[in-house]
């Protein structure tokens, strides 16, 4: 991953550790992420902590799910995202608009 694209996902991280702690969890992302629209979650076979720890899955290293996201694997999952996408400029766009991250803040 070219560092203006690593510099974004790191920004992205940071949005998302509320705590600063350096670990991305459930409680962290109480007012990051809204799981009002989520399927599960409207016809009630999931609470809001299940939706998050779902999502929070898709970060983590097969062999560590523990609903703690951390920095290497949230780089580590878009290091996958990365090499799908040619353009840094498309790259920019989506990480601005999935996170509202900007390369120039």
């Given at each position: 991953m070219s560092e203006t694209r690593?510099?974004?996902v790191i920004k992205a991280f940071a949005k998302m550790d509320k705590s600063g702690d350096g670990v991305i969890t459930v409680?962290?992302?109480m007012g990051v992420y809204d799981p009002k629209f989520h399927p599960k979650f409207q016809n009630g076979e999931m609470t809001?902590?299940?939706?998050?720890?779902?999502?929070?899955?898709n970060f983590e290293a097969e062999n560590s799910v523990?609903?703690?996201v951390t920095l290497d694997e949230w780089?580590?999952?878009y290091s996958g995202v990365s090499i799908s996408i040619d353009d840094d400029a498309?790259?920019?766009?989506m990480m601005y608009n999935c996170w509202g991250?900007?390369?120039c803040d």
């Open positions: 690593k510099k974004l409680d962290d992302m809001r902590n299940d939706v998050f720890r779902e999502y929070l899955k523990d609903g703690k780089l580590d999952y498309y790259f920019s766009l991250v900007k390369a």
